[in-house]
């Protein structure tokens, strides 16, 4: 007889809810290279960053801003050729909106935490080894503020929901020198949530997106 979190079992034709888990944990752990190398490192971020509304209102015309970004780097080895990579950053994001002749500039702060499935594509050439990624991209709004065409500023926080889901996809290459990595990558992500606050049905749904482009170093770490 077993108690487990207040619940007595005793079937014992039945493997035990502990063993059970156990078998769960090492099938996981089988699956993860015995020993690995952990990568770690930093990057600087461009973000050719842009809003996608629908329905756009008559007269405006949207456009793209460039926003910056800086972050750090941690992927781990699966199996064949595969990793798991996460890059998380703080980065710039908005749009431009002209209307009437006017342009308004909103700029929207978040702390994005993208993580990747990536694929290293194998060449004979080791100098430089190309890779894919594709994955989610999580994000927390820090703030919000939407420029003038005189120059001033507004916060505009509470036009904007907290939480920006999307989902990015991309390529890159390493190029080992040494025991450094140096690497650069380009992603485009897609926003796939309405990030307007306003839930009334004919407002326009926003999305932010934009094409991202990351330079950066890394370090390799045995564990």
Same mark, same amino acid.
Request: aromatic share 10%; hydrophobic share 40%.
């Given at each position: 007889?077993?108690?487990?979190?207040?619940?007595?079992?005793?079937?014992?034709?039945?493997?035990?809810?502990?063993?059970?888990?156990?078998?769960?944990?090492?099938?996981?752990?089988?699956?993860?290279?015995?020993?690995?190398?952990?990568?770690? !490192?930093?990057? %600087?971020?461009?973000?050719?960053?842009?809003?996608?509304?629908? *329905?756009? $209102?008559? =007269?405006? @015309?949207? /456009?793209?801003?460039?926003?910056?970004?800086?972050?750090?780097?941690?992927?781990?080895?699966?199996?064949?050729?595969?990793?798991?990579?996460?890059?998380?950053?703080?980065?710039?994001?908005?749009?431009?909106?002209?209307?009437?002749?006017?342009?308004?500039?909103?700029?929207?702060?978040?702390?994005?935490?993208?993580?990747?499935?990536?694929?290293?594509?194998?060449?004979?050439?080791?100098?430089?080894?190309?890779?894919?990624?594709? !994955?989610?991209? %999580?994000?927390?709004?820090?703030?919000?503020?939407?420029?003038? *065409?005189? $120059?001033? =500023?507004? @916060?505009? /926080?509470?036009?904007?929901?907290?939480?920006?889901?999307?989902?990015?996809?991309?390529?890159?290459?390493?190029?080992?020198?040494?025991?450094?990595?140096?690497?650069?990558?380009?992603?485009?992500?897609?926003?796939?949530?309405?990030?307007?606050?306003?839930?009334?049905?004919?407002?326009?749904?926003?999305?932010?997106?934009?094409?991202?482009?990351?330079?950066?170093?890394?370090?390799?770490?045995?564990?």
């Amino acid at each position: 007889m077993l108690i487990c979190a207040g619940h007595t079992y005793s079937n014992p034709g039945k493997m035990k809810p502990k063993r059970l888990k156990l078998a769960c944990i090492l099938f996981c752990f089988a699956l993860l290279p015995l020993s690995a190398q952990l990568t770690v !490192g930093g990057f %600087l971020d461009l973000n050719i960053a842009g809003l996608n509304v629908k *329905p756009g $209102g008559t =007269g405006e @015309d949207y /456009s793209s801003l460039l926003g910056f970004g800086i972050g750090g780097i941690v992927s781990y080895p699966l199996s064949g050729g595969f990793e798991l990579q996460g890059e998380p950053m703080i980065l710039q994001k908005g749009g431009k909106l002209t209307e009437f002749d006017e342009t308004f500039t909103l700029r929207l702060l978040y702390i994005d935490i993208p993580v990747f499935i990536r694929y290293n594509i194998a060449l004979s050439n080791e100098t430089v080894r190309p890779y894919a990624i594709l !994955g989610p991209n %999580l994000g927390f709004r820090t703030s919000a503020k939407v420029i003038f *065409p005189d $120059g001033s =500023g507004d @916060d505009a /926080s509470d036009q904007f929901t907290g939480i920006d889901l999307g989902l990015g996809l991309g390529a890159g290459v390493d190029v080992p020198y040494n025991k450094l990595i140096f690497f650069g990558e380009t992603r485009y992500v897609f926003g796939l949530n309405d990030i307007n606050a306003e839930t009334d049905a004919d407002e326009s749904k926003v999305r932010n997106r934009g094409l991202q482009i990351l330079l950066g170093i890394k370090v390799p770490l045995d564990i």
